[in-house]
């Protein structure tokens, strides 16, 4: 059974910054584009960013391109987004997808899903 597990969310300060994992279980992703999305209450599920199999392409929404990063190590099967200079409007549970067969920015292109970690910015 295929399990993308996300952990490192929390309450931060505007400004702060936070750290995400997500660990997959149950097969490999090393040959996939990985990714994180968010949703806050009342909104639908955007996207963040993107990796590419090697971790040499990568792909931010707007909203978040010079704060947050995106990296991945294979040998673990993981993802990371390391999130700088954090917004209250950044607040918003963080998921991370896995295997994309589309356009990388939509949330129908992965098959696999987290379960999610909060993460909420005090102004």
């Known amino acids: 059974q295929v399990q993308l597990v996300e952990s490192g969310g929390g309450l931060v300060q505007a400004g702060g910054s936070l750290r995400l994992s997500c660990a997959a279980s149950?097969?490999?992703?090393?040959?996939?584009?990985m990714g994180w999305f968010h949703q806050a209450p009342g909104k639908e599920r955007e996207f963040v960013a993107a990796?590419?199999?090697?971790?040499?392409?990568?792909i931010y929404a707007d909203s978040v391109k010079g704060r947050f990063i995106i990296s991945r190590d294979n040998a673990k099967n993981s993802v990371y987004l390391q999130m700088n200079s954090l917004k209250p409007e950044d607040t918003a549970v963080y998921y991370c997808?896995?295997?994309?067969?589309?356009?990388?920015?939509?949330?129908?292109?992965?098959?696999?899903w987290g379960q999610g970690t909060q993460v909420t910015v005090s102004s």
């Open positions: 990796i590419n199999w090697n971790g040499r392409t990568t």
């Open positions: 149950g097969r490999t992703f090393s040959s996939q584009y």
């Open positions: 997808a896995a295997e994309a067969s589309g356009i990388l920015k939509l949330a129908p292109t992965y098959r696999y």
